[in-house]
């Protein structure tokens, strides 16, 4: 499949994915006047050597797809190679800080980018693909195209699937490029927190193999999340579930209705429950409480492990202390 077909294929099929509204996210975030277009893929940024970016995405961390000699490439990518609408002085006077930003990023939560590969090109050279690291200085050069994500044959190609890592790409795109935290804006993510029943569906791409179960960090999330998806909505009713629901630029992995209350649910993977709880309270209090004000009123962290007595003293500690209601709960799969 040419790239232009596949591009325009994924213009279509994103209607349905949160990537669709890239442009109208785009507009939010840089405080345009008006959205810059509907689709993901302009025929402006649609190459016939090969390959295609996000229309806009010239300075930004750009969503790209690519042909490789393994097959295809999609996921994220910085371009420091100039033209006439992005020179040189442009380049690294934008750049280079969202570098930075991506490399905080990656040492702050390894796990977003724990199945992506990691290359980069310049002119007719490419290195070989390696795990994700952070982005090393010398290769923050002039012409050097720098890119992290996925490689699959031709034949093995999936529409719905590049979509869906799209989607979990969103989050790592918003972290570079949405410049909130640094210069305040009138627009920003902190809209008021809105139960939505219709990002409740979990999507399995294929059967996961044992090992995958036992060893892949993402695979094992999913598997727990659908887990408890089953007993919140047995105990709650389904219509009272939601998962990965939207609120201040991150998706919860479980929010429950009850009453005129919310009950937020974070799931981590981790070796004991003392560092599901380590890993999972920064982001529960950000989800519940930022930017002042109270969206819910249980805080539960999910993991595999049983929760011992001293952690349980911990729990009750905060709670006592501070008001903080958090909650561990225990899901076996």
Not at 93 to 104: D, E, F, G, S, V
Not at 249 to 259: C, L, P
């Amino acid at each position: 499949m040419e790239i232009s077909e596949l591009a325009l294929k994924l213009n279509e099929a994103s209607r349905k994915y949160k990537i669709g509204n890239l442009q109208e996210i785009r507009k939010t975030i840089k405080g345009l006047k008006r959205r810059p277009g509907k689709e993901i893929f302009h025929l402006a940024t649609i190459r016939d050597k090969g390959w295609a970016f996000h229309y806009g995405g010239r300075p930004e961390l750009q969503f790209n797809i690519g042909k490789e000699e393994e097959g295809l490439r999609y996921g994220l990518a910085f371009s420091l190679e100039p033209c006439r609408s992005f020179p040189k002085a442009d380049i690294f006077k934008i750049l280079p800080r969202k570098i930075l930003r991506l490399n905080c990023l990656i040492r702050e939560q390894p796990v977003l980018f724990s199945e992506y590969k990691f290359f980069w090109h310049k002119h007719s050279e490419r290195s070989h693909p390696t795990n994700m690291m952070e982005i090393p200085s010398d290769i923050i050069k002039l012409d050097y195209f720098i890119f992290f994500g996925k490689l699959v044959k031709e034949n093995e190609l999936d529409i719905e699937e590049i979509l869906q890592e799209f989607d979990k790409m969103l989050s790592i795109y918003l972290s570079v490029e949405d410049d909130v935290d640094l210069v305040p804006k009138a627009e920003d993510y902190n809209e008021p927190f809105s139960f939505s029943r219709q990002d409740r569906i979990l999507v399995f791409n294929r059967e996961y193999t044992s090992i995958e179960r036992e060893t892949n960090i993402d695979v094992r999330h999913s598997e727990i999340q659908y887990k408890l998806k089953e007993l919140l909505e047995k105990k709650y009713g389904a219509q009272n579930v939601s998962i990965e629901n939207f609120c201040c630029r991150n998706r919860i992995d479980a929010v429950v209705k009850y009453n005129s209350e919310y009950f937020f649910y974070e799931i981590k993977i981790a070796n004991t429950a003392r560092s599901c709880i380590r890993q999972a309270i920064g982001q529960l209090l950000e989800y519940a409480y930022w930017p002042g004000e109270k969206k819910a009123s249980r805080i539960i962290i999910v993991g595999e492990h049983p929760l011992r007595e001293d952690g349980s003293k911990y729990l009750e500690f905060l709670n006592a202390q501070f008001s903080l209601p958090i909650k561990y709960m225990q899901v076996v799969i």
